[in-house]
């Protein structure tokens, strides 16, 4: 299977602007050469907002932005992976989807773990979901989560073998979301795809792209450079099984997880993240 790491510049605020780049990118994705996926940054459509301005950047799930995403993936035939600032009632979320060729969101994932700057702006996220796709069963995270290993093992104990993260993960910190996905994808021997920005913000935030595919034994497959680029990566799902020949950590593991585990009516199920009990 072929992916496309979509690496992009984006415009903080520039909601109309970064979805017409998604779309252009998404109708020029290489589905005659195999392409099926294609993953964009963190925050893709809207870029990240403050709290002066999230009240106007931020969209539903059925608004406008996400469905021209949506009719973009449909009519290229090709899955998309794109994030933005997801309005829900009165509360704001840092949310990525999973969008299938149908143009359906197959999955739809709320940052758990906030970054310094998205505290006052987003309401974190409290659970973890997968779906199966195109044969490999796929887990969302979305940049500073990755830096926590229980969120990918909380995904890896739903099965996944498919971890797409959308990043916008800043200088100084490059080399710490590089050992991170490296880590997170040999402890739960699973692929890791993972999209950054790069150019600069209008805060004055630098971010160094180095967007990656690594292997479920932690090998980088591919790694992208400093600037705009669509990298193509092969997915070979016979990487999977070779890495979980002779052991399985996640069956290994003595420490078990404190989520909740939810059962749903299709048979499918959820890790949910349950309120911290307070000392008196």
């Known amino acids: 299977m072929q992916v496309e790491l979509a690496q992009l510049a984006l415009v903080d605020g ?43 950047v931020a969209q539903t799930l059925d608004g406008p932005a996400l469905a021209a995403v949506r009719d973009a993936a449909r009519q290229a035939g090709v899955a998309a992976a794109v994030g933005f600032a997801e309005r829900d009632g009165e509360r704001y979320y840092n949310t990525t989807v999973l969008i299938d060729r149908t143009g359906a969101i197959a999955l739809k994932y709320r940052k758990v773990h906030l970054w310094a700057s998205d505290v006052g702006v987003f309401t974190p996220g409290e659970r973890y979901d997968t779906c199966l796709w195109n044969g490999f069963t796929v ?12 969120g990918a093992r909380a995904l890896a104990s739903l099965d996944a073998d498919l971890l797409v993260v959308t990043n916008g993960n800043m ?29 600069s913000g209008d805060d004055g935030l ?75």
Not at 18 to 44: C, S, W
Not at 139 to 150: A, K, S
Request: proline fraction near 6%; include cysteine.
């Open 139 to 150: 887990g969302l995270q979305i940049c500073y989560d990755i830096e926590f290993p229980e």
């Open 171 to 199: 200088d100084p910190f490059g080399p710490v979301h590089r050992r991170a996905i490296a880590a997170r994808a040999m402890e739960n021997q699973m692929f890791a795809a993972m999209v950054n920005r790069c150019g």
């Open 14 to 56: 520039g909601l109309e602007r970064n979805t017409r780049k998604v779309v252009e990118i998404i109708g020029h994705a290489d589905t005659a050469g195999g392409t099926q996926l294609v993953v964009f940054p963190e925050a893709t459509l809207s870029g990240f907002p403050t709290r002066e301005n999230v009240a106007e």
């Open 206 to 280: 630098t971010f160094p792209g180095e967007s990656a595919l690594v292997e479920p034994s932690g090998e980088m497959a591919a790694v992208a450079g400093a600037d705009e680029a669509v990298l193509r990566v092969k997915v070979d799902r016979a990487l999977l099984e070779a890495s979980r020949e002779h052991y399985r950590y996640l069956h290994d593991a003595r420490v078990p997880l404190a989520l909740k585990r939810i059962e749903h009516d299709d048979g499918s199920h959820s890790l949910a993240i349950e309120p911290r009990r307070r000392r008196d």
